[in-house]
């Protein structure tokens, strides 16, 4: 069965960068995609950016220019770039994915994801 496995979180200064990384195994097609989210306490979780396995993209418009999401085929890791971080960035962050299906443009939609992570907390001060 699919596994995902986040690591990365920690504490960052106003204005620093993380990166955080998202291992996964497991799955038995090429056709996935898989996004991050993250949720601060008393928030909804909400999509920050998503790819699949075509390389195409999505980023949440708020995150533009300072998120960035890739993935290494290699080693079977999804990775997201977070620079310019700003205290309101701090939330447990979550990867998720979902095999099978292509959806166009990439979701942002927690409800379109069928495994996650464990999540990995991100503090920024």
């Known amino acids: 069965h699919v596994q995902l496995v986040e690591s990365g979180g920690g504490s960052a200064q106003a204005g620093g960068s993380l990166k955080l990384s998202c291992a996964y195994s497991?799955?038995?097609?090429?056709?996935?995609?898989m996004g991050w989210f993250r949720q601060a306490p008393g928030k909804e979780r909400e999509g920050v950016a998503a790819?699949?396995?075509?390389?195409?993209?999505n980023v949440a418009d708020s995150l533009k220019g300072r998120f960035t999401i890739s993935e290494d085929n290699a080693k079977k890791t999804v990775y997201l770039q977070m620079n310019s971080l700003q205290p309101e960035d701090t939330a447990t962050y979550y990867c998720?994915?979902?095999?099978?299906?292509?959806?166009?443009?990439?979701?942002?939609?927690?409800?379109?994801?069928?495994?996650w992570g464990q999540g990995t907390q991100v503090t920024v001060s």
């Open positions: 998720a994915g979902t095999q099978y299906k292509v959806v166009l443009p990439v979701p942002l939609r927690a409800s379109e994801y069928t495994t």
């Open positions: 497991g799955y038995s097609t090429t056709t996935r995609y």
């Open positions: 790819l699949d396995n075509r390389g195409r993209v």
